[in-house]
Structures are given as C-alpha cells and as structure tokens.
C-alpha cells in the first residue's frame, strides 16, 4: 500500500497571538470606554518566511473594525500600516480590476479588496494563500506556471491578412460573443479551487487560460481559430476537466470558465 506522508515542514502551526494593544494607538484608548466595548473580528493569517526553516504559522490579529475600512483587504493593510510590517501580500488597484489580492478567504478563493468584513462570521476569519500553488512568502503564492500557461495560448488576435487600414469593426452579435469572457482579470480562483488542475498543473491549462483562449477563438476577428484548437486538442490540456464546476463557483467576476470550457469541448467534437 502507498505510504503518504507530507512533507516535515508543510504543517499549519499556531502563531503569534497579537494584543489588541497593539492595535489601539495607546492605553488611553484602551480604557477610554469602561464597558470596553469595541467591534473586534480576529483575522487568522498564514505566515510563511523563506529565509528560515520554520513551518508555516497562522498570526492572529485583532482588529477594531470601528478604525478599519470595509473590506478585507483593509484590514490586511491596516495590519501592515500599524501592527505587523512584516505581511506580505500582493494588492493594487482596490477595486476588484487587477485581480493581484486573490486569496483564500475562510476556504473560499475571492479577491481580498471586494470581500466584505461584514461577511466575516462570529468575528473570526481565517486567511490563507490561493491554495496548491508554492509560496512565496505569506500569502503571495508562486503564479509563473499559471502565467506561462496564459502566455501559452497566445492572447492576442492572430490574423493572416494584412491589417484593416482602419477600425476592424465588429457586428453587435459578433461583439456580444466575447461578453462573460473579455472580463476575466486572471486573478486564477478559478484554476486554484480546480482539482484536475491541482493534480495536473503541468499538462492541463486550466479554467483561466482555458476562458482565455475560448474568448480568441470566438472573436470575430481572429483568424486563427483552426490553429488555436489544434494546440488545445491532446488528452490533457482541455480533456483533464471533469466538469466539477468548482471554477465557476470560485469566480469573483462572476464568469463561468466551466462554460467556456465545454463550448471548446464541443467545437474540438463538431469540427471537421
Ligand atoms: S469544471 Fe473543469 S475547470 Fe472547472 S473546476 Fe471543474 S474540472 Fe476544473
Ligand atoms: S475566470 Fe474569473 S476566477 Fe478565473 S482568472 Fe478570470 S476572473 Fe479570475
Ligand atoms: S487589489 Fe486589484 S483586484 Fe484586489
């Protein structure tokens, strides 16, 4: 029988537990209410330091979400402000567009700046990396395999005849078929809550790319839909999905790579 084990250093251990005083600015405010009653969530969040040998931990860090922004992502961003300078997390535009704060949020991959605290159930909330990729450090996860898998597909329109001398226009139809695929930021929830592509990320592309690709082959001004199937068509690339729907469900943006995924399954079934 299989032995499995993990590895010495992959186990989860408990971390530092920050005082709330360190995130009130002084004792004074502390004490200011006698009741001491302050809205308190607790976040729960990985730590991991290449530069030492130690196992990953979760710090907890409280916060006094009367002094916090709404959003997840403020509170990691007050903690790195006042408490705790060490976090490392990847974030930039705040709104949900660069798709760099994906992260995994009480089990669930989002966006950490449009993941409301509110949401937070009893006061707690536990934050972790995108799950199944390496880390870098804390919660930035290692995405070279996913970005080289985007840049395997070729996102960009491919023609073969010279360009329109001036704007290539589109019908309304036309245009309409790259809506719910033209959106997708690549921030990859989709391809890290995918099982068959955390067991094969190395052969098979995945939802994001695979949404990616689906929305150059269904442009209207590409001209290298042929060429764009034959590269998706071996066993592996588009064939590892089960079906699972993990991927839609995980995606922020509210796109469905799982439907993007079966129309190339049935255009590589129905094409001559
Ligand atoms: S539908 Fe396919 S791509 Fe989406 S999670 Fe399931 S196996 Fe992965
Ligand atoms: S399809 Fe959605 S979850 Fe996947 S990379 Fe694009 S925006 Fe992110
Ligand atoms: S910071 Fe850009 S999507 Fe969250």
């Known amino acids: 029988m299989a032995e499995i084990t993990l590895p010495k250093n992959s186990k989860i251990k408990k971390g530092k537990r920050y005082s709330l005083l360190n995130e009130l600015h002084t004792y004074a405010d502390f004490f200011k209410d006698s009741q001491n009653i302050y809205p308190i969530a607790e976040f729960y969040v990985y730590r991991w330091d290449p530069e030492n040998d130690n196992n990953p931990r979760h710090d907890i860090y409280p916060i006094n979400l009367d002094e916090c922004g709404p959003m997840i992502l403020d509170a990691l961003i007050k903690i790195k402000n006042e408490i705790d300078s060490t976090l490392t997390f990847r974030r930039s535009c705040r709104e949900g567009i660069c798709g760099s704060c994906a992260m995994n949020i009480d089990g669930v991959n989002t966006l950490a700046c449009t993941k409301p605290i509110a949401e937070i159930k ?8 995108l799950p199944h990729q390496p880390v870098i450090k804390d919660l930035v996860p290692d995405l070279s395999n996913f970005y080289q898998q985007h840049k395997n597909i070729k996102p960009w329109l491919r ?15 036309d245009r309409e078929k790259i809506d719910g695929l033209y959106e997708c930021i690549m921030c990859a929830c989709c391809s890290t809550a995918c ?14 790319a695979l949404l990616q690709s689906y929305r150059w082959i269904v442009d209207s001004r590409d001209e290298e839909k042929k060429e764009r199937l034959d590269d998706l068509d071996d066993a592996f690339k588009v064939h590892s999905c089960r079906s699972i729907m993990n991927c839609s469900k995980a995606c922020p943006k509210g796109l469905s790579p799982a439907k993007a995924i079966a129309e190339i399954k049935k255009e590589l079934a129905t094409r001559k």
């Open 122 to 129: 009893n006061g707690v909330v536990k934050i972790n990396p």
């Open 195 to 208: 099982p068959s592509y955390w067991w094969n990320s190395d052969k098979y592309l995945g939802p994001a």
């Open 159 to 173: 023609t073969k005849t010279n360009s329109p001398e001036k704007e290539w226009n589109q019908t309304k139809e």
